[in-house]
């Protein structure tokens, strides 16, 4: 079974800073493309960040763009999303995709992924 497991999200103060990792369970990540979304309540599904699988191309929501940073680390089959400056509004369910065929910027811009992890909570509050 196909799996992408996500990992890191918590309560964090505003400001403050987070780090998300995805991870491949029964796959390898090497020739996927990987995308990070989130869906708050009541709000739309967003494309918050998109990576090309060599990580030569990168891609990010004007909402996070400086702040959030996108990696991946083939050799461990890990994506990575580092979230600095982090603000209320970021509060959401955060979830990773993978997608052997799209590119980067048409993962983010579609919200599109064949595989699907299970997603992790991201809270900013005082």
């Known amino acids: 079974q196909l799996q992408l497991v996500e990992s890191g999200g918590g309560l964090v103060q505003p400001g403050g800073s987070l780090r998300l990792s995805c991870a491949a369970s029964?796959?390898?990540?090497?020739?996927?493309?990987i995308g990070w979304f989130r869906q708050a309540p009541g709000k739309e599904r967003e494309g918050v960040s998109c990576i090309s699988s060599s990580g030569g191309v990168t891609t990010y929501a004007d909402s996070v763009q400086g702040r959030f940073t996108i990696s991946r680390n083939n050799a461990k089959n890990t994506v990575s999303l580092q979230m600095n400056s982090l603000k209320p509004e970021d509060t959401s369910i955060y979830y990773c995709?993978?997608?052997?065929?799209?590119?980067?910027?048409?993962?983010?811009?579609?919200?599109?992924?064949?595989?699907w992890g299970q997603g992790t909570q991201v809270t900013v509050s005082s």
């Open positions: 029964g796959f390898t990540l090497d020739y996927y493309t």
């Open positions: 995709a993978a997608d052997p065929t799209l590119s980067a910027q048409s993962m983010c811009r579609m919200i599109s992924g064949t595989y």
